[in-house]
């Protein structure tokens, strides 16, 4: 029987674990990668117990733990989350589904999910789940795709791109969703976040042919600036009150 929602996304990326690495460990892909996690990054306390949500390899983690903090991943790919642990072996890794995480309340000082927010069935419960395991006074990042019109084809393509067999990172029909600053910002309200603060980036985007990313990534300041609606990512951040 084929495989449905969230196993059929464990083993979509049990099976690329190996192609993402390469894809956004280095080259174009590493400032691509690089570029969302300085947004998402900034938002973060930094040398705080962080908990990266849909982890993937550890990147992100990687770079937390660079600037002084302590990182847990939690992934529901194990090959995801073995190559997680190979990058940073200091960090602790879990294998488990963001929608219900295996940890205790108010025990992260900061939570953070990139690129993998677009794949959970129940976004407000994963966001109560957030709100759960943060400590009062602590904040949550995440960065995922954006609803807009340069997005709007993608379902379609990942579609086509299954039909056809083809062996790339997100190509397959996986009820994805995108969200626009309305929803993403209603999301984090509804889970009883304040000081939220919803933002458009990364205007150049990997899927872009290679002479097309690099001059979308020199234009990329003044396209986040001036016409945000073009970026195709999208960031938001909430904070958990004091009571
Ligand atoms: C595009 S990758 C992003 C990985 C990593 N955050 C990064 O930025 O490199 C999406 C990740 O989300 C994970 N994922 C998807 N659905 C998930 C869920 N329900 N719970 C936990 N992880 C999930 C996938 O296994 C995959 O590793």
């Known amino acids: 029987m084929p495989l449905k929602g969230p196993a059929k996304v464990r083993r979509h990326y049990d099976e690329v674990a190996e192609i993402y690495d390469r894809r956004y460990a280095e ?41 002084g903090g302590r990182g847990v991943g939690l992934d529901i790919s194990p090959k995801m989350i073995e190559r997680g642990r190979d990058r940073v072996p200091a960090a602790d890794w879990v294998v488990g589904t963001g929608e219900s995480l295996p940890f205790r309340d108010d025990s992260f000082d900061a939570v953070s999910s990139l690129l993998a927010f677009s794949y959970f069935k129940d976004p407000q419960g994963m966001l109560s789940e957030v ?31 299954e039909l056809a067999r083809v062996r790339q990172v997100g190509m397959g ?23 939220v603060r919803v933002k458009r980036c990364s205007f150049a985007h990997l899927n872009l042919a290679r002479p097309v990313f690099q001059l979308a990534r020199k234009i990329e300041p003044i396209v986040e600036q001036r016409l945000p609606y073009l970026a195709y990512n999208i960031c938001a951040t909430g904070r958990k009150p004091h009571p």
């Open 27 to 67: 080259g174009t892909g590493r400032s691509y990668h690089r570029h969302i996690s300085d947004q998402v990054m900034n938002w973060l306390p930094p040398g705080g117990r962080l908990l990266d949500i849909g982890c993937g390899t550890g990147l992100f983690i990687e770079q937390y733990l660079e600037r």
């Open 131 to 161: 709100y759960r395991v943060l400590r009062p006074g602590g904040r949550v990042a995440l960065c995922t795709l954006g609803r807009n019109f340069l997005t709007a084809g993608l379902p379609a393509i990942h579609t086509l791109g």
């Open 173 to 195: 029909n996986f009820g994805e969703r995108y969200y626009s600053e309305a929803e993403m910002s209603e999301l984090f309200s509804g889970a009883s976040f304040v000081d």
